[in-house]
Structures are given as C-alpha cells and as structure tokens.
C-alpha cells in the first residue's frame, strides 16, 4: 500500500511539474487580443495576459493587439505604444486546470484572477 501511495505521489508531482513548464509560453497569433504591461520600456516585468488586471509590477495591464509574431517574442500594439514582449515567462499562472488568463511574466507578481504568478521550473 505504500508503494502504492509512493508512485502515485510521484506521478502527480511529474504531472504538476510539466503543466507549469508549459504553462510558462503563451501561444499567441496575429490579431489575437492580450493585455500587457502599460510601464513603459524600461520595465522588466514583462507581463502579458489574456484577461485584464496588472502587472506584475502592480500597474494595470494595457489592452492591445499582436501585430506581430517572432521567435518566443510578440509585438504588441495598443492605441498609445508598440512593443516586443517576451513570450516565455519565468513566472506564470498556477491556477489549475479551466483557468484561462494564461498570465507569464518576468517578475514575481499575482496572476490577472488575484493568485500568485509560479516561477517556471528551469
């Protein structure tokens, strides 16, 4: 019985692990609607998410479109700026399984729906 109970522990740790190593890349295309990080250049945070909040620098997220889409990066374009974000988070969204902000950032921060960014296991 606890072997069992061992293998079973072990498996969904692997299970958690690989959903937020994936869960750290957003999948984004031309003309799909996201919400970015509204600080300027110079901000290291990163963050971009499908549904409204902030960033995880605490500022709320901008509303704009991909314009554009290269390797592991997008351009994203709101009706004040045009910027490349990075699409590989080191932090990103935990929520568990039906979560749909699909927030990454590069900053520790909370998740659009109010819960704690993870950082993405290296």
């Known amino acids: 019985m606890k072997r069992l109970l061992a293998i079973t522990v072990v498996l969904f740790l692997g299970l958690a692990m690989a959903t937020l190593a994936s869960a750290g890349d957003m999948q984004l295309k031309v003309g799909d609607k996201v919400y970015a990080c509204n600080c300027g250049e110079g901000c290291p945070c990163q963050t971009l998410s499908m549904n409204p909040g902030e960033c995880s620098c605490g500022n709320p997220l901008a ?3 991909v314009v554009e889409v290269g390797d592991g990066t997008v351009v994203v374009q709101t009706a004040d ?8 988070g080191k932090f990103a969204c935990n929520c568990g399984a039906g979560c749909n ?8 921060g909370k998740c659009s729906c109010g819960k704690d960014l993870a950082e993405k296991p290296n």
């Open 101 to 108: 902000c699909n927030t990454v950032s590069q900053s520790h």
């Open 63 to 65: 509303e704009g479109e």
């Open 81 to 88: 700026w045009k910027r490349t974000f990075k699409t590989d």
